[in-house]
């Protein structure tokens, strides 16, 4: 399966931005979708993520309140809803599959897309 991730920008601070993570193939109910960000020169960090059968979500405690999880289980994609964006949120956006609820750890990951730039301006 291939992730490609998308609706990555330029917004200012404030503002919203969705972004998309489509999957080549199905998504099992037994899979985890989750999304990182890597900041310019940081480490790649855990934003959110969702168990596919049961729509359960987990937030990173910087994002909690301004950003949403979701997903479309007909189209295999999935979503971030970005609200009230920092300067502090720009960051390459990647999405990833997992088998494990909730999962922080990136080396727990098995299948990853591309990665979408968000770029937010102050």
């Not at 934003?47 to 987990?58: C, D, K, L, M, Q």
């Not at 999880?69 to 720009?90: C, F, H, R």
């Amino acid at each position: 399966v291939q992730l490609q991730a998308s609706g990555g920008g330029l917004v200012q601070a404030g503002e919203s931005l969705r972004l998309s993570c489509s999957a080549s193939g199905r998504i099992y109910s037994s899979h985890v979708m989750s999304w990182f960000r890597q900041a310019p020169g940081k480490d790649r960090e855990f934003v959110a993520t969702i168990r596919w059968n049961s729509e359960r979500t987990y937030y990173a405690d910087s994002v909690k309140g301004r950003f949403t999880i979701s997903k479309n289980g007909a189209e295999n994609t999935v979503y971030l809803q970005m609200s009230a964006l920092k300067p502090e949120d720009t960051a390459v956006y990647y999405c990833a599959r997992t088998n494990d609820f909730p999962e922080t750890r990136e080396n727990r990951y098995f299948n990853w897309g591309q990665g979408t730039l968000v770029t937010v301006s102050s």
